[in-house]
């Protein structure tokens, strides 16, 4: 942002894409660090609803937040992505959606999930450590593919611990949930407000005809879960 000059982020209002780690949403916003990482998802709605931009806030669970208030929670990606030179390959996939013709939030909701489905790719061979940025690319075109013919890429779901959900960019929606079925999974917030965000996302996500059930102790969230669901149903 510095090198943009004065008023640089407004001038390019609704078609610029930051792509912070956690120190530097920081500076940008003119916060603490901690103050980020207490509030993920509100950091990066705030930051970007105010200067109208796309927010890509990395780190553990990417989130992509756009200007109109839309939030994805990104449910790929590991360990391996701290590499040096990981983040120039994420910058590059989103900018080559960008040259597409894709919108700016399409570009990166659609670069983080490649970007970290690729990690989990790698890591299923070699592991979580000593994975360089340039082997990312290697996997890439042939997870793209995978995913444009609805065939899971990973030989294991990655979700049979934590489970956020986000809007499938290449349109594979029932091959998530074949994928998903009969198994058991949890959602971990930190916060009511996070519950009702994960519940947005799930809204938007459901098809008429759609059920959901929820089961829990008291306590648990259900009842801000729904709420977030209702919300994301319109």
Request: glycine share 14%.
């Amino acid at each position: 942002m510095p090198c943009l000059g004065p008023g640089g982020l407004t001038k390019c209002r609704g078609r610029a894409i930051l792509t912070p780690h956690p120190g530097e949403m920081a500076r940008l916003a003119g916060i603490r660090n901690s103050d980020v990482q207490a509030d993920r998802i509100g950091a990066a709605e705030a930051f970007a609803r105010k200067h109208g931009c796309c927010l890509v806030l990395k780190g553990a669970r990417t989130v992509v937040a756009e200007p109109d208030g839309q939030v994805h929670i990104n449910p790929t990606g590991n360990a391996a992505l701290s590499s040096g030179g990981s983040g120039d390959v994420l910058t590059g996939l989103i900018a080559g959606f960008l040259a597409r013709g894709w919108p700016p939030g399409k570009a990166a909701v659609t670069g983080v999930y490649l970007h970290g489905l690729a990690a989990d790719r790698l890591s299923e061979d070699m592991g979580q450590s000593g994975i360089l940025a340039g082997e990312l690319l290697d996997v890439i075109p042939g997870l793209a593919s995978s995913l444009a013919r609805a065939e899971w890429p990973l030989r294991q779901p990655r979700w049979n611990e934590t489970f956020i959900i986000l809007s499938n960019p290449f349109n594979t929606k029932g091959l998530l949930i074949r994928a998903l079925e009969e198994k058991t999974f949890t959602i971990t917030t930190e916060s009511d407000q996070d519950t009702i965000r994960v519940g947005q996302e799930i809204g938007r996500l459901l098809l008429e005809g759609d059920v959901v059930g929820l089961a829990g102790e008291l306590g648990s969230g259900k009842t801000w879960l729904t709420k977030g669901i209702a919300l994301g149903l319109g």
